[in-house]
């Protein structure tokens, strides 16, 4: 981000400062006819946790649960989690929970009422209000539809057809719920309809995938579609085919980005999410969608053979109005069996600080090869990617070994290095080969590293020429280097969200003028 637009961000919060937290403007927001209760709350459609529920219940921490989700992004899954439970005490809880936030932030607040945030909230005070009501006195549920009425005309007044991917969705469903529970509602509910209009026509590639290339963004796009056709069903609504076409098209890329054990693959800022979550999600769908072996306008490319499974990141960044959680992972992969992850990138750490987000989003956070330990395109703090790489890729099956080529620039500007990297999985599975070529005419230090899963064990022979990775269930992989040797250095894997240590696997040379190949196979260990 230029000084000249963080100048202007600034500024910008300052005036809305003003505007948004003077008195006269919540008394508008107040203003209207504001019924004693809500008439209109259809139910959320997500399965909970009832062991996570019955933790919250036993902690005597309410406060830390109350600012770990202050600003919602978790208010729905506690929520949930609490509905699982399904005891009065639960009930009691969600009310404390809500109470204390209206007692701290009821008033504007530039964290907590952003469209995202607001529609949110929204949708999750509205979607679970028939579960936890019950236990709320009048006085308690009007405030709660004040409140309610207060968040819901301050997100119809700011939200535009300009908000894109996770908060326009979030913006939509709480534009809906709230335009069906208060008067003069069809306006709000005609800009949340538009807004998702929009958000599928020019985010959608033609593939299905979605422009930002984060499996997060695919999964949570389509249960946010499902949300809202269940809302306007309810409400007896026709539905916009737009909605129908985009349930359709997202059903595909989500089936081709995840693993054995059912969450996702950890590219451009996705965490693995929840398997049952995205089960329900596909299930609730009600709409057929085939595993496809490639996207190739999102860039992605998925093997199967035997138990193993790959999965390849061979596009570019993405475009920089969604690079903002964007990773610098370029030619990078994963590989599963069965159910277990072996090979893996890093993952995201949505809740952290920058820096930490800055770190998940490097290149050296991935499987694959960087030069001189730098990023393979830029990233910052502020905005993610924010550089352009080109890259190609090619896919080619041969006496059932499948093959993917790829390649990429983002070296070139810089050091004048292309990388190119060539992935192979046997017929059976049981070999995954990998050839990674460097063209160029200096001298640069280049390592390729592979992440692995917290449950894989792995050792390291004496010689430093191969690791063996065991998995929690005893299979047994060989990593070979064909020439240079090996090391295990520490890692971090944040599958969801929070950090677990870890290790990779290193090796590290110096390119030479013209080619410098480096190749390496990843092969089972059979039991005798």
């Not at 679970?128 to 301050?154: K, M, T």
């Not at 949300?227 to 595909?252: F, K």
Request: hydrophobic share 40%; with cysteine.
């Amino acid at each position: 981000m230029t000084q000249a637009a963080k100048l202007i961000g600034k500024v910008r919060q300052g005036v809305q400062s003003v505007a948004y937290g003077n008195p006269l403007y919540q008394r508008i927001l107040s203003s209207g006819d504001v019924p004693l209760q809500l008439h209109f709350t259809p139910s959320d459609l997500w399965p909970g946790d009832a062991h996570a529920g019955e933790a919250l219940l036993a902690s005597q921490e309410t406060m830390f649960f109350l600012a770990e989700d202050s600003s919602l992004r978790n208010a729905a899954i506690t929520l949930r989690n609490l509905r699982a439970v399904g005891s009065d005490a639960a009930r009691r809880m969600c009310i404390r929970l809500i109470d204390g936030w209206m007692q701290q932030f009821d008033h504007w607040d530039k964290d907590e009422w952003t469209p995202k945030n607001l529609g949110a909230r929204l949708a999750a005070w509205i979607g679970f209000y028939d579960f936890y009501s019950p236990a709320g006195d009048a006085a308690f549920i009007e405030r709660l539809v004040a409140s309610i009425h207060r968040q819901w005309n301050h997100l119809a007044r700011i939200t535009s057809t300009s908000l894109k991917g996770v908060e326009a969705i979030e913006a939509a469903r709480g534009l809906l719920y709230g335009g069906l529970n208060f008067p003069n509602g069809d306006k709000a509910m005609g800009l949340a309809c538009a807004l998702i209009q929009r958000q599928l026509a020019s985010e959608l590639l033609s593939d299905g995938g979605h422009i930002s290339r984060n499996p997060s963004v695919q999964f949570r796009l389509l249960r946010g579609l499902v949300d809202i056709r269940h809302v306007l069903e309810q409400a007896e609504i026709r539905l916009p085919p737009s909605i129908g076409t985009g349930l359709t098209a997202l059903i595909s890329p989500l089936k081709v980005l995840r693993h054995g054990d059912g969450g996702l693959a950890l590219f451009n800022g996705a965490i693995e999410e929840t398997p049952l979550a995205i089960d329900a999600v596909l299930t609730q769908a009600v709409v057929r969608g085939r595993v496809l072996r490639r996207l190739p306008e999102m860039g992605y490319e998925r093997m199967i053979a035997g138990r193993s499974l790959l999965l390849v990141d061979a596009g570019a960044p993405p475009p920089l109005a969604f690079g903002h959680d964007g990773h610098a992972g370029l030619l990078s992969f994963e590989f599963s069996v069965g159910r277990e992850r072996l090979i893996v990138n890093c993952g995201a750490s949505p809740n952290s600080l920058p820096e930490w987000r800055t770190a998940c989003a490097a290149t050296a956070a991935h499987s694959t090869l960087t030069i001189d330990d730098t990023n393979a395109c830029s990233l910052n703090a502020d905005d993610g990617i924010v550089g352009q790489v080109v890259t190609s890729a090619q896919r080619f099956e041969e006496n059932g070994d499948q093959t993917v080529e790829m390649a990429h620039n983002g070296y070139f500007s810089r050091f004048g290095i292309t990388h190119s990297r060539t992935l192979r999985l046997s017929s059976d599975g049981d070999t995954l080969s990998g050839r990674d070529l460097l063209q160029g005419s200096k001298r640069h230090t280049f390592t390729l590293r592979w992440h692995v899963h917290p449950k894989v064990q792995a050792s390291l022979s004496q010689d430093g020429k191969t690791v063996l990775l065991r998995t929690a269930a005893g299979s047994g992989w060989r990593l070979r280097l064909d020439q240079g040797r090996l090391s295990l250095e520490s890692s971090v894997y944040c599958g969801q969200g929070i950090p677990r240590r870890t290790v990779h696997v290193k090796a590290s040379g110096v390119t030479h003028p013209g080619d410098t190949v480096v190749r390496w196979n990843l092969s089972h260990e059979r039991k005798n």
